[in-house]
């Protein structure tokens, strides 16, 4: 085989384990993770309806949520950034304390597909080794940042005992545009029995201030669910 044939077939194999690892990134597309992959969606019980949070947790912003959900008494899952847990250790302990579920968003809020298998690997385990630290109790539920799987990601997460969830409703609660009004129209424009709805209780990676959109939507998104009566709670409460 030539040289030039050489450096082709390496291509080819190179071209062909890049597609194999990014492959997984196609479930970001909402509407074909919500039809075609309903478990990583968070499709549960068509009675109830899933609440979560990324990002946290945040001093500044977290307890806000914290007071909000006691008010209506509705628990949630908070998906945790480690470094965050990390920082503020006692915050982290108040979430579990009030009956929130607690699970892992990663160490970094970085793209997994940008890193590889052992950066992958070290980033879920610190997360999941730190809010274990804390709580007393190993997180089992995990959501990648900005919704994006890879393969070693999902390989990462079955070697921690992590179960990935992404959401099949959004509010679009980072942007500096977004108001209580967007964010509770978006939510539930998508929103059906049995849907896992993401919201963010940091402004981690979001406009400064956008966490107050989240905040307001709130009452007005558990309001939509009573009145369809709709059960909500964390992911735990949420299987069929």
Known sequence: MTTNRLAYAAALGAAALTAAYAAPVISSLGPFRNRFMPRLAGQGHPSHIALTFDDGPDPLST??????????????????????????????????????????????????LLRGPRATYEDLARARDTVADITGRPPTLFRPPYGVMSTAAHLSAARLSLTPVLWTAWGEDWTAKATPESVHRTVTA???????????????????????SALGALPRILDFCEERDLSVGPLREHRR
């Open 63 to 112: 307890p806000f949520f914290l007071r909000a959900l006691a008010k209506r008494r509705v628990h949630a899952t908070f998906f945790l950034l480690g470094s965050a847990a990390h920082r503020t250790p006692a915050l982290v302990r108040e979430i579990a304390a009030a009956g929130h579920e607690i699970a892992i968003h990663g160490w970094l809020h970085r793209p997994l």
């Open 190 to 212: 998508d929103l059906r029995g049995g849907g896992t709805v993401l919201l963010h209780d940091s402004d981690c990676t979001s406009a400064p201030g956008a966490w107050r």
